[in-house]
């Protein structure tokens, strides 16, 4: 059991120090082919309070541009990223970020998209709200597509701004809510919905390594658009892992994109109905089926 204080979890794997959990964060950062908008998400994580994390890339098959802008930006933010590609066979967002989680080091993993930029804060309050037993699920701001155009094209960095500056852009309608970047104390109020795997997505999401494992991971039967963060929700909650409400806190800001194609969405609902009226846990294809020797392309750059 972990106690607060400095303490080790039985196997020696996360250290809490006064009550918060001093290990490596794993961040997994999804991407395919819009390397403008990951170029964004590195740069807010680059400048974040706390620098104990390492950047995983799952990427979904993007072509020769991301892995530049990649190896561009490990040079020049001081970022540690770990770049790990799969071909391009269509929307496998799943398999993608298991991939991820093989060559990831961190006792707990903080999911984020490559269009979901961070504020200064979120790997810091990620770390604050981090607790065995529980994963953390954020939320986000939508940014509006000119507004996103306008931060990509020239370079505006987002995360930087305040409350102020959200606020003209709200009143512009830049922006379509405030409330995630707000910085509210809920105490036990975080606890208050544990089981409701509704409302969670992957986009800004933090789950223990360990946990993750318990549960072989996401599913990769989820192929295309839709409900593989529903159901690795639906599996840690049937594991007996708990859901902890990051409202507040570690909202993210979201860039505008294309809706993705939903032609896979009532399959993959069928899918999602049929873990949530069973009490499976694991992965159908999960972490298990995907061997290390397949992630030999998966490349680790360290600042210069």
Not at 179 to 199: F, K, S
Not at 227 to 238: K, Q
């Given at each position: 059991?972990?106690?607060?204080?400095?303490?080790?979890?039985?196997?020696?794997?996360?250290?809490?120090?006064?009550?918060?959990?001093?290990?490596?964060?794993?961040?997994?950062?999804?991407?395919?082919?819009?390397?403008?908008?990951?170029?964004?998400?590195?740069?807010?994580?680059?400048r974040?309070?706390?620098?104990?994390?390492?950047?995983?890339?799952?990427?979904?098959?993007?072509?020769?541009?991301?892995?530049?802008?990649?190896?561009?930006?490990?040079?020049?933010?001081?970022?540690?990223?770990t770049?790990?590609?799969?071909?391009?066979?269509g929307?496998?967002?799943?398999?993608?970020?298991?991939?991820?989680?093989?060559?990831?080091?961190?006792?707990?993993?903080?999911?984020?998209?490559?269009?979901?930029?961070?504020?200064?804060?979120?790997?810091?309050?990620?770390?604050?709200?981090a607790?065995?037993?529980?994963?953390?699920?954020?939320?986000?701001?939508?940014?509006?597509?000119?507004?996103?155009?306008?931060?990509?094209?020239?370079?505006?960095?987002?995360?930087?701004?305040?409350?102020?500056?959200?606020?003209?852009?709200?009143?512009?309608?830049?922006?379509?809510?405030?409330?995630?970047?707000?910085?509210?104390?809920?105490?036990?109020?975080?606890?208050?919905?544990?089981?409701?795997?509704?409302?969670?997505?992957?986009?800004?999401?933090?789950?223990?390594?360990?946990?993750?494992?318990?549960?072989?991971?996401?599913?990769?039967?989820f192929n295309?658009?839709?409900?593989?963060?529903?159901?690795?929700?639906?599996?840690?909650?049937?594991?007996?892992?708990?859901r902890?409400?990051?409202?507040?806190?570690?909202?993210?800001?979201?860039?505008?994109?294309?809706?993705?194609?939903?032609?896979?969405?009532?399959?993959?609902?069928?899918?999602?109905?049929?873990?949530?009226?069973?009490?499976?846990?694991?992965?159908?294809?999960?972490?298990?089926?995907?061997?290390?020797?397949?992630?030999?392309?998966?490349?680790r750059?360290?600042?210069?």
């Open positions: 059991m972990i106690r607060s204080g400095d303490s080790l979890e039985p196997g020696g794997e996360t250290w809490f120090k006064n009550g918060v959990m001093a290990d490596l964060i794993s961040v997994i950062v999804t991407t395919y082919n819009r390397p403008d908008a990951l170029e964004a998400v590195l740069r807010g994580l680059a974040q309070t706390d620098s104990s994390f390492e950047v995983v890339i799952a990427d979904d098959g993007s072509e020769q541009e991301t892995a530049r802008t990649i190896e561009q930006l490990a040079k020049t933010t001081g970022l540690t990223i770049h790990a590609w799969q071909p391009d066979q929307f496998r967002a799943a398999e993608c970020r298991n991939r991820a989680i093989l060559r990831s080091r961190g006792a707990y993993c903080t999911f984020l998209d490559g269009d979901c930029i961070p504020r200064r804060d979120f790997i810091a309050l990620h770390r604050a709200l607790e065995p037993g529980w994963f953390v699920t954020g939320n986000r701001i939508l940014l509006s597509p000119s507004l996103s155009e306008r931060i990509l094209h020239d370079g505006i960095d987002a995360d930087r701004w305040g409350m102020a500056a959200l606020l003209r852009e709200r009143l512009a309608g830049g922006v379509n809510r405030l409330a995630p970047a707000l910085r509210l104390p809920l105490g036990l109020l975080r606890r208050r919905n544990d089981r409701d795997w509704e409302g969670a997505r992957s986009c800004n999401l933090a789950v223990w390594r360990h946990d993750l494992d318990r549960v072989d991971g996401f599913d990769a039967a295309g658009w839709g409900l593989e963060d529903s159901d690795i929700i639906v599996r840690l909650i049937h594991a007996g892992v708990r902890k409400d990051g409202r507040f806190a570690t909202g993210v800001l979201h860039l505008w994109h294309p809706e993705n194609d939903r032609g896979a969405l009532p399959d993959n609902r069928q899918r999602l109905d049929a873990v949530i009226g069973s009490d499976r846990i694991r992965a159908l294809q999960g972490l298990s089926a995907l061997a290390l020797g397949e992630d030999r392309a998966a490349v750059l360290a600042p210069s």
